[in-house]
């Protein structure tokens, strides 16, 4: 794990824009080591933008952040820390599943004994070990799905950043990468978790944040998400996503204004 203190991720004005489109708007947001940060928002609010950023492959308009207490401007710096599982996992189909794992954690610099050993052991958790000699060219998108995880916290780094990483796996599997995402944050593991599945967020999250086009629209843990402001009353994690990601006539009109370079 890292061995500079302070929070695991923390980002000031972090903003990103594309031409006329701001896809990340003034993002000011810290998460804690060894939790899980649940991170919503509905299609184009500019999540993988945001992870992108903070994983140095896409460099902010303005703004600052930090992961693992790196700033995101020194790639190298940052990179050692990281874990990544974007919406593609980069493998390689003329590889075989361990062959993958292997090449993974040789660009990691793993020492072999230990990689070996953690390489059997994610292969087993996730029920590869008989396709593991296969070329992943053959490979389901959920076996693929399971590579991608797996060398994207190979390494244990502080902070991992995972994108759907329930995407196309069955049930079970989808249940030993939820008992996986707590291991590793049990572990002292940071965990950034984007996706669309509210049950997966509402069961591993600490804290949630909610994205609505490229703005922080509601942040707290599970149980503040899911008490309405005025009342207290409870909804489920869905209303209250629903409700804070709601098109209004204000929002519509802020969001039409021009952005300013
Ligand atoms: N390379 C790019 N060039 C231009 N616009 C982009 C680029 N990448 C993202 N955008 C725009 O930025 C906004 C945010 O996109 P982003 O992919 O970050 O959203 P998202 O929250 O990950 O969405 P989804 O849930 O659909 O994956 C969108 O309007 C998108 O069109």
Do not use: C, W
């Not at 919503?40 to 500019?46: C, I, K, S, V, Y």
């Not at 693992?68 to 075989?96: K, M, S």
């Not at 599997?173 to 944050?185: C, G, K, Q, Y």
């Not at 005025?230 to 804070?244: D, K, M, Q, W, Y």
């Amino acid at each position: 794990m890292s061995p500079a203190a302070g929070p695991a991720i923390e980002t000031d004005g972090l903003t990103k824009r594309y031409g006329e489109t701001t896809a990340v708007s003034d993002l000011t947001m810290d998460v804690d080591r060894g939790t899980v940060y649940g991170f919503l928002g509905p299609n184009g609010a500019g999540k993988t933008t945001t992870m992108r950023m903070l994983t140095t492959l896409v460099r902010p308009t303005s703004g600052t952040a930090r992961v693992a207490g790196q700033p995101i401007t020194d790639r190298d710096a940052v990179t050692p820390h990281i874990g990544y599982l974007p919406e593609e996992p980069p493998i390689y189909d003329e590889l075989t599943g361990r062959e993958q794992l292997e090449y993974a954690a040789g660009l990691r610099n793993l020492p072999e004994a230990e990689s070996s050993e953690r390489i059997e052991s994610m292969l087993d958790r996730f029920g590869l070990r008989e396709d593991a000699d296969r070329r992943i060219e053959g490979y389901s998108k959920g076996m693929r799905q399971k590579v991608g995880v797996i060398q994207a916290v190979l390494h244990q780094p502080a902070v991992a950043f995972l994108d759907e990483p329930t995407s196309g796996l069955d049930p079970r599997a989808a249940r030993t990468m939820r008992e996986t995402i707590a291991d590793l944050a049990d572990q002292e593991m940071t965990i950034f978790l984007s996706t669309h599945i509210l049950p997966v967020v509402d069961e591993l999250a600490d804290e949630i944040g909610v994205l609505h086009k490229g703005t922080l629209v509601a942040q707290g843990d599970p149980e503040e998400l899911k008490s309405r402001a005025e009342t207290g009353e409870a909804r489920s994690l869905e209303e209250a996503f629903l409700e804070v990601t709601q098109e209004t006539p204000e929002a519509e009109e802020r969001s039409a204004e021009p952005s300013i370079e």
